[in-house]
């Protein structure tokens, strides 16, 4: 089937554009870049009809990769269900944004650099979800690591915006050390990367109750997807990383890269589910991601800040429902959040590019007049993400949330009141920006049809596709489908609507509200809205200290100090050697004459000895 | 005479015409030594198909000729999977460090070139050597070329960091030298290959603690070499004070001296001792991964600081060597061919910088991506391949090592694992320090893009990093078949052994191996 | 008592090359009256005939080994070798004295002659095969040289050193004499296998300890004049202070020569008690090394500096003699030939970069050079490299022959302080190629004459000696071992 | 007799040699030396060294040690003066050293040589004829050889001691 | 009892102490005396002890070969007696001095 067109039509569009980008006009730029992802996805969907329903995995071999020893790593790349819907969400949104960022990106400097940079990350992303492999895997997992670094950083010039690119790229390189020791714990286990023949093994593999093998090889795992899926507590790029132009947070910091972790852990499902401490690990970070990231979206006055921290909470919630073994429900929020919070992020990009780049919600306010189109899909995203039933949210949370009751109570209470708090915070924002009188000082207007129409059928997707996309019941084959409880559901739906509600009361119905109970919380308030303070905490414990141990413990002090000076010393303490030596030459001959009796003593006593004389 | 001799030879050959030639005429000798550099490479190249279709075990191009009737000197030459790919990578970066000191060196210019093919010469001999003696001869000659490249145009405290390296790496042969003697005593002949055979058929038997000084002797030379921390402490000074050129062939090529003869001499001649020490070894190894890195993270200067990075990507050669396992071993040897393209791409493109705006300190830049945009990205994609991304050459070999390592202790994977994390911060902190942010007038100004002569040198490294990284089967059989030689002496039980499900396909991907010899 | 009153053809064939160059030497004496003031080069034209006549002669000599004048002489292969050597170093030290003398405006027959007599004396001791004429060699070598030490008469250093080698070397000699007195008084001879021979012989304990003092005595007096620890002392003042070419000739002939008989001297006659000289050559070896090389790293007078280096080297020697096995002997022999060319060639290169007076002997004055002259510097750098010990010279494969010898003896430690030793004298070695390559270029290079012929000659054929025993060795080699193997 | 006799000598020797040690002007010190080269003359003859007594007077005694005292007093050498730049060296260790010295060699003599022998004037006579006769034959070499040695003095002699260059 | 001292035979080994007394006494001269033409008197001194050492082997040999050595000892001291002699005239005319003290300009 030729699945290895799927990644490579990007890098070929990633190739043109980086070489010759510089010379070409825009039109070939948008050809290549837009072209190249939609015919990947339109190959996408020309395999997957062709597989028709994939029982079985679809595996296709290419060539080896590294032989050494026993240890053969191939590049493979398979395409099970799960993969078709990753492929599918990749390729769709990704061809939805790409078109969404001509209209962005029309007026900005590098703009070929921008187009080849997103096809280099479609193909890694590509590479990723096809991979059948972990190495492979592993080189999608770094390479979309990679692009989001460059991309973040897009702003060359801009020092928060490099710096940001900086972050992402660290952070995602701690979580992959998780990976890697991940990696070479599963070989050394199994004696093999691939999938299939790991996953073979590890089905034979009892549960594990304690700490065992498979625990240490899931954790490490886990923390790999931490670092990419932007959890507690490798959280902190992905608020930075909104420094990128918006279409990259769309499709890289909501849509796809950031849901790489869950789709990791989906796929490494056999190995996860024998190891359940691991698992209840997934669940607890998951839903204190969740709930940690909402308080701080309450606070915040950048949109994307708000939507970043969304982000975060949303992911949290995939992993609590892997975590709870609801792998399916877990995929199925990935794509539903690809949908609503894609088209979150471009709404806000089209805000953003419509008030010439203001993002302070503070400065917004009845922008619903002028920008009606984004004002009204960025709507329908907010109800999908605070769970409205009959949007796309509410059926994938609610899958989820079910699971965590099922799972353990406390998890699907605390997931309530965050999605209470989602709810919220993400109406606090519509609210303060798009009901009111404008408080800004920018002549706001709506954007062109490049950039609305993917809002539009973005917001089509976030309001129908949980319903038309019945995930659990598509993956049923790869994982039990998770239980239902229609009560539960409904719960969580109220307590989301009255999220929304609250937002409308304190930031329509009573403004000014919110600012006094934001006074009477006091320090609490400070502590949420400086984000607990943690990138501070990082950096006065981690960062600083190897910084400045770096430099004067081990650069001036061991190595300039103590090795070099060790060495120097060597040499200086030769010279004082020989400045000591030199002084028998005190050029005076008696002196000289001594020396030789002397010399001629000793040798005289040393064979009077060796010769036995007593 | 095989055609190894004729590349070991041609360079000095040249290195003789080249001191003949008139030295008012730069453009000549530039180009003369550029063609002759270009012509061995050419002709290394042939080397590949006889060293990829000998039989393992043997050496491919084997020439033994009587040097010295007593004691029993041969020139003893060969090559084999582990040395055939550092030759080429030493005929592949002559003429490149030949083009990138086109402009640059500005005194001298005939020395400076010869001196370069005299390297060259040294160099590939060590490589090919297998008689100890004309090892340690070798070894020793690439000494003289090097401390004249950066002691006479290096920057400004380059004589004492020529003195330095020159001292350091000379009381490590030294010690090399007493040990050879006393191999050379024990075992009446140089030969590599004989006391290999005799050492491990029994034929000379060395007592444990015979075993043990004589493994610490060849150690500490080649440690010295490598840089294995604490004696690394001439690399960062030599680097800095080095021209472009000097800099490129100490860290891609020199510094691989010590480590293929840690492979080559120190753990096969000496099994029991090294298996004894590796721990100790594996510990000094990791120290300098993680203690490099670090110090990279501090380093104002950026040759320094891709000099530190050198100390910590050797380390990761050194701890697969000491895993004695085959995916430690073909990392070892993948990750010298890595660095050293990575590294000596590293160090061109800062003498690209360098040459434009005379300074080392990273202060002083900022910005140039927007003048330089090629050079940026070539800076980019060098770094990336440094820093160990996947499809990128060093990625590779820091995985195959890492997998070995884990093979025998995972404990030494976690800590070597910091490397890659670390590595990430240097390098992408002085990147986003040199070529982010808003370029000054000034350097706007001195900053002209690549320019043909430095996308020549470019280029192609690039395309051997993506290579590298994306198809190993072009370079890694011939030096797993290698290994797998060398392993001998060593138990087996460290290897990946595959589940039972497993075992089947990887019983196939032997032959395949097999195929592929 | 059948005496054989006149000694036959084969005898004089076998002190031919002594005969040929004390006769010259008279010559060049005499015809001196009868020459031009401006034809004096040709009297040095002269004793280069001489030489290479003699070089001819002891290699034909060669060709019929054997005792000589009632066993007084010993032409075999380790003659041979020290005689060729030491005549080598002859005709080299006259070829770059020419244009010094000329310089110094110090022409004159009786420095050639004087050169012809000291190698004369040095080629007797070489052959000898007894200790009188072991002492009478020396005293010729000796005597010739302290005058050469004090050739430049108005020059106080020049005095100096010529004084402090004359009491010097005569204060040892006292010594060495002693020692002579006593193995005589062990043994009733002092034919070197007669000694042996009685030392062999079960006796009783006293001889052997009687031998030892005596070789003790003896040790002091040769370990002078090889300026071995710690008897080296004189080495430094004498070396700076004489002219340069005679600093040339007397760190490489006199030293050679000395060890020469040092080596025949322990090995033949004191064979039979190594175990008691062992210990101490072993010590003095080492100390040699540390005191040439430690004090050579402060040095700032070249002279000064390459005195020190020659200490240290004569260290390695003494690491060969330690050895005391037959590749010792090899070993020490080649190491003395390549030490001949190295020296000799750097030597020269300072003999033509000083100027009158000794003027511009600091190391720092040789800034630049490397530019300035090239080639001069260039083959500096080849004696300096060698001095080092890098590979493809003859100071690497010398020192790797001596610490070879030692790790026979199983000496392993001597081998490694030994080799640390020369990793340490690389620093002061290259302080040289850093001043000459790396510093710009000041007063005393900007001045600097172009090369002379005889400079020139004896810097190629040193280069070419040192390059040659560093890549070939197997030549002269093969020669040592072979008659290594025959001294007993 | 014998004995007397070497005791009287050896005596005057020791004394001598002191002498020569601690007097400052050098002529006394020469003199001294004399005094010590004519007693060991008289031991020589004890020992039957006729000719070898008979150089000692006529070549030791007579012709060098007129030649030190011709040179002592052409530089009008006065007695010494007393620097303070004499090596510390010298200072604190030449009398232990030299006292080590002679303990040594005298016990090295002591433990080793027989003291049975005694030396009886007239027990062995070394005749100029003997010392002749083998000086041109067994040792002809080393006395033609001389000869050299002697050249050299002389040429030494003049080259360093002439006016002009 | 002294008588018999007197009239006995002397043991060879009185004069080689004699002997090594001797050389010591040259040592001394040498290392103690600052004028420089004693310090070559007392080279001279140790040569005559060495001789009497000679002497008396050849005594005890009954050869005439240690003799000769002497004969050869005496005739190398004069001809280091005349060229020694001429360094320090040089010597004295360069620097009008005769204390061996104050011939150290070459140092360390």
Not at chain 1, 177 to 205: H, N, R, Y
Not at chain 1, 487 to 497: I, Q, T
Not at chain 3, 313 to 334: K, S
Not at chain 3, 410 to 419: E, F, M, S, T, Y
Request: hydrophobic share 55%; aromatic share 14%; charged share 10%.
């Amino acid at each position: 089937m030729n699945l290895w067109l799927i990644p490579i039509l990007p890098l070929l569009g990633f190739l043109a554009n980086g070489l010759l980008g510089r010379r070409v006009p825009k039109a070939f730029i948008n050809t290549v870049a837009i072209g190249s992802v939609l015919l990947s996805f339109l190959w996408v969907v020309k395999t997957l009809l062709g597989l028709g329903a994939i029982e079985t995995k679809y595996i296709e071999h290419y060539y080896t990769w590294i032989q050494s020893g026993m240890l053969n790593i191939s590049v493979d790349f398979a395409v099970d269900r799960l993969t078709a819907i990753m492929l599918l969400v990749v390729t769709g949104v990704g061809t939805l944004i790409h078109i969404y960022a001509v209209g962005y990106m029309e007026h900005e400097e590098g703009y070929y650099r921008f187009f080849a940079f997103l096809n280099l990350f479609m193909f890694f992303m590509l590479v990723l979800v096809l991979a059948q492999n972990y190495l492979l895997l592993f080189v999608g997992w770094e390479g979309v690591g990679l692009c989001s670094y460059l991309l973040v950083g897009f702003y060359i010039a801009e020092q928060y915006a490099t710096t940001a690119g900086n972050k992402a790229m660290i952070v995602n390189r701690i979580g992959d050390f998780g990976f890697s020791l991940a990696i070479f714990l599963i070989v050394k286990q199994f004696g093999s990367l691939d999938f299939t023949k790991v996953f073979d093994a590890a089905k034979g593999m009892p549960v594990e109750a304690s700490i065992g093998i498979l625990t240490i090889i899931t954790l490490l795992l886990l923390v790999g997807a931490t670092g990419k899926s932007a959890q507690i507590p490798l959280y902190v790029w992905l608020p930075d990383a909104m420094a990128g132009p918006t279409p990259v947070s769309a499709l890289i910091h909501a849509a796809t890269m950031v849901t790489a972790g869950v789709y990791m852990i989906a796929r490494s499902a056999t190995i996860f589910t024998k190891a359940p401490i691991t698992m209840d690990t997934v669940a607890v970070i998951g839903l204190a991601t969740a709930f940690f990231a909402a308080t701080i979206g309450m606070t915040q006055m950048d949109l994307k800040k708000v939507y970043a921290y969304s982000t975060v909470s949303q992911l949290g919630y995939m992993f609590l429902g892997v975590g709870v073994g609801a792998f399916s429900a877990g995929i199925w929020h990935v794509m539903t959040h690809a949908f609503f919070k894609g088209l979150l992020f471009l709404g806000a990009g089209a805000v953003m590019h419509g008030l010439h780049g203001e993002l302070d919600i503070r400065q917004m306010g009845g922008l619903r007049k002028y920008m009606p189109i984004t004002a009204w899909t960025l709507f329908c995203a907010s109800l999908a993400i605070s769970g409205v039933p009959g949007t796309s949210g509410y059926f994938s949370k609610d899958a989820i949330l079910v699971a965590a009751y099922a799972h353990a109570p406390w998890m699907y209470w605390v997931g309530v009141l965050t999605a209470g708090m989602t709810a919220f915070y993400v109406f606090r924002a519509w609210f303060m920006a798009f009901t009111g009188e404008y408080r800004g000082h920018a002549h706001p207007h709506e954007s062109s049809l490049v950039m609305t129409g993917p809002l539009i059928i973005l917001a089509i997707l976030a309001l129908v596709g949980g319903f038309a996309f019945k995930v659990p019941h598509y993956l049923e084959g790869m994982f039990t489908e998770g239980p239902e409880n229609e009560v539960m559901a409904l719960v969580s739906a109220a307590v989301g609507l009255l999220g929304i509600f609250l937002a409308y009361v304190f930031y329509v119905a009573k403004p000014g509200l919110a600012d006094s109970f934001a006074k009477s919380l006091g320090g609490l308030y400070t502590l949420v809205y400086n984000k607990y303070f943690v990138d501070e905490a990082y950096d006065a414990a981690v960062v600083q200290p190897l910084l400045e141990g770096s430099r004067t413990v081990l650069w001036r002090g061991m190595d300039a100090g103590l090795i070099d000076g060790m060495v120097n010393g060597a040499g200086h303490r030769s010279r004082g050697i020989g400045a000591i030596l030199r002084r028998i030459q005190s050029g005076n001959i008696r002196s000289y004459a001594a020396w030789v009796v002397l010399g001629s003593v000793v040798v005289l006593l040393a064979i009077g000895f060796a010769g036995g004389l007593r | 005479m095989t055609l190894l001799d004729i590349v070991i030879f041609l360079p000095l050959l040249a290195f003789v015409v080249a001191l003949a030639l008139p030295k008012d005429n730069p453009q000549l000798i530039r180009i003369f030594c550029l063609i002759a550099s270009l012509v061995v490479f050419l002709i290394s190249l042939g080397l590949i198909a006889p060293v990829w279709s000998a039989t393992p075990g043997k050496f491919a191009l084997e020439n033994n000729q009587v040097w010295i009737q007593s004691p029993a000197i041969n020139y003893h030459t060969g090559l084999d999977g582990i040395s055939l790919w550092l030759v080429i990578l030493t005929t592949l970066l002559t003429p490149l460090c030949v083009l990138v000191s086109w402009r640059s060196i500005d005194k001298h210019i005939k020395q400076f070139f010869a001196f370069l093919l005299l390297l060259e010469f040294g160099l590939i001999g060590v490589f090919c050597a297998l008689d100890l003696f004309l090892f340690i001869v070798f070894w020793e000659v690439t000494l003289v070329p090097m401390y004249f490249l950066i002691g006479v145009w290096g920057h400004e405290r380059r004589i004492y960091s020529a003195l330095k390296f020159f001292v350091y790496t000379m009381a490590g042969s030294m010690l090399m030298l007493v040990a050879i003697i006393y191999l050379y005593i024990q075992a009446g002949t140089f030969d590599y290959t004989k006391i290999l055979a005799g050492l491990q058929s029994g034929a000379i038997s060395l007592s444990s603690v015979e075993q043990f000084w004589l493994f610490l002797g060849f150690f500490i030379a080649f440690a010295i070499k490598v840089p294995i921390f604490p004696l690394h402490t001439w690399l960062p000074d030599a680097h800095v004070e080095a021209p472009t050129a000097g800099s490129v062939m100490l860290a891609s090529v020199m510094l691989k001296m010590g480590t293929y003869g840690l492979l080559r001499f120190c753990v096969p001649m000496f099994p029991g001792a090294a298996r004894e020490c590796a721990n100790w070894i594996v510990v000094l190894a990791i120290i300098g991964i993680v203690y490099g890195a670090l110090v990279a993270l501090v380093q104002p200067n950026m040759k320094k600081l891709v000099a530190y990075s050198s100390v910590s990507h050797l380390g990761f050669v050194v701890l697969g060597i000491f895993s004695f396992t085959q995916q430690g071993f073909d990392g070892a040897v993948y990750q010298m061919l890595a660095h050293g393209i990575s590294t000596g791409a590293l160090f061109l493109l800062v003498g690209f910088l360098y040459d434009r705006r005379h300074s080392l300190e990273i202060a002083s830049y900022g910005g140039v991506a927007t003048p330089a945009p090629w050079l940026a990205t070539a800076f980019m994609i060098t770094m990336l391949a440094s820093v160990g991304l996947p499809t990128l050459s060093n990625f590779i070999g820091e995985y195959l090592v890492m997998q070995g390592s884990a093979q025998v202790d995972f404990r030494w994977t976690v800590f070597a694992a910091l490397g890659p994390i670390l590595s990430a911060c240097y390098l992408l902190w002085l990147y986003q320090r040199t070529f982010f942010g808003k370029a000054s007038e000034d350097l706007t100004h001195h900053m002209p893009d690549l320019n043909f002569r430095e996308y020549a040198i470019m280029v192609p490294l690039i395309v051997l990093m993506v290579w590298l990284g994306s198809y190993t089967q072009s370079f890694l059989p011939p030096i797993s078949a290698s290994n797998a030689v060398l392993l001998g002496p060593f138990d087996a039980s460290r290897e990946i052994h595959a589940k039972s499900p497993a075992h089947k396909p990887a019983l196939a991907a032997q032959g395949e191996l097999a195929n592929a010899r | 008592m059948p005496v054989n009153f006149m000694p036959s053809g084969t005898d004089y064939l076998r002190i031919l090359p002594e005969i040929i160059m004390t006769v010259a030497g008279a010559l060049i004496m005499l015809i001196e009256g009868w020459l031009r003031e401006n034809k004096k080069r040709n009297l040095a034209v002269l004793t280069f005939i001489a030489f290479a006549a003699a070089l001819v002669a002891a290699v034909v000599a060669n060709a019929s080994p054997g005792l000589s004048f009632s066993n007084m002489l010993i032409v075999d292969g380790f003659a041979t070798f020290f005689r060729v050597l030491v005549i080598g170093v002859g005709i080299l030290s006259l070829l770059s004295a020419v244009q010094y003398l000329k310089r110094e405006h110090a022409e004159s027959s009786e420095y050639y002659a004087l050169l012809l007599f000291s190698v004369t004396g040095q080629c007797i001791m070489a052959t000898a095969n007894e200790l009188i004429m072991i002492f009478i060699g020396l005293e010729i070598s000796s005597i010739a040289t302290y005058v050469l030490a004090g050739y430049l008469r108005d020059d106080k250093r020049n005095n100096e050193s010529a004084l402090k080698y004359f009491l010097l070397g005569s204060f040892a000699t006292a010594f060495l004499l002693y020692g002579v007195a006593w193995i005589y008084g062990t043994t009733g001879s002092t034919n070197l296998s007669v000694i042996r021979i009685a030392l062999l012989t079960p006796g009783s304990e006293r001889n052997v300890i009687l031998a030892g003092t005596a070789a003790a005595l003896m040790f002091v007096g040769f370990a002078f004049k090889v300026s071995a620890a710690p008897f080296q002392i004189w080495a430094p003042d004498v070396y700076q202070g004489a002219p340069a070419p005679v600093t040339l000739f007397m760190s490489v002939g006199p030293k050679a020569a000395a060890f020469a008989v040092f080596i025949r001297v322990f090995t033949t006659a004191f064979g039979p008690i190594t175990s008691h000289w062992e210990p101490f050559v072993w010590s003095s070896a080492l100390l040699t090394m540390i005191i040439g090389n430690f004090a050579a790293l402060l040095q700032t007078n070249i002279k000064r500096m390459l005195a020190y280096s020659s200490i240290a080297n004569a260290g390695y020697i003494m690491v060969a003699i330690a050895a005391h096995n037959e590749i010792g002997v090899a070993a020490a022999m080649f190491y003395l030939a390549a030490y001949a060319f190295m020296n000799i060639g750097a030597f020269a290169v300072i003999t033509h970069f000083s100027r009158q007076g000794e003027k511009f002997v600091n190391i720092e004055d040789f800034a630049g050079l490397g530019w300035k002259q090239p080639v001069t510097a260039g083959l500096f750098a080849v004696f300096l490299l060698s001095l080092i010990g890098v590979p493809l010279t003859g100071g690497f494969f010398g020192k790797f022959y001596i610490f070879k010898a030692a790790l026979d003896a199983n000496l392993v430690w001597l081998a490694i302080l030994g080799l640390l030793n020369s990793a340490i004298a690389a620093y002061y070695y290259l302080r040289i190629l850093v001043v000459m390559y790396m510093n710009e270029a000041g007063e005393a290079t900007d001045s600097v004459q172009p090369i002379g012929v005889g400079i020139g000659a004896t810097l190629w054929v040193a280069a070419v000696g040192t390059l040659v025993l560093g890549i070939f060795p197997s030549v002269v080699l093969n020669f040592a071992t072979a008659s290594s193997a025959l001294l007993k | 007799m014998t004995a007397l006799i070497f005791l009287v000598f050896a005596a005057i020797a020791v004394i001598c040699g002191i002498n020569l040690v601690v007097q400052t002007h050098p002529i006394a010190s020469a003199l001294s030396l004399i005094g010590v080269m004519g007693s060991l003359a008289i031991l020589y003859l004890q020992l039957g060294g006729e000719f070898i007594a008979m150089a000692q007077i006529i070549v030791y005694a007579g012709a060098v040690m007129v030649l030190f005292i011709f040179v002592i007093m052409l530089l009008n050498a006065g007695a010494e003066t007393p620097t303070f730049q004499a090596s510390s060296f010298v200072k604190y260790f030449g009398i232990i050293l030299l006292f080590g010295f002679l303990v040594l060699m005298s016990f090295i003599i002591q433990a080793t040589l027989p003291k049975t022998e005694g030396v009886t004037f007239g027990a062995f006579q070394g005749t100029a004829a003997d010392i002749g006769r083998k000086l041109f034959t067994s040792y002809l070499l080393p006395f033609e050889v001389t000869s050299i040695l002697i050249l050299i003095a002389l040429v030494g002699a003049i080259v360093l001691a002439r006016k002009e260059v | 009892m002294p008588n018999a001292v007197l009239t006995s035979p002397v043991p060879l080994g009185w004069y080689l102490i004699l002997s090594a007394i001797l050389f010591g006494l040259g040592v001394a001269g040498f290392i103690f005396r600052r004028n420089i033409i004693t310090v070559f008197m007392s080279i001279e001194l140790m040569l005559n002890a060495v001789n009497l050492s000679f002497v008396t082997f050849s005594y005890q040999f009954k050869q005439v070969d240690g003799h000769i050595y002497s004969f050869f000892v005496m005739v190398v001291a004069a001809a280091e007696a005349a060229v020694g002699l001429a360094i320090i005239l040089t010597v004295f005319k360069n620097r009008s001095t005769l204390m061996i003290d104050d011939v150290n300009s070459m140092k360390y």
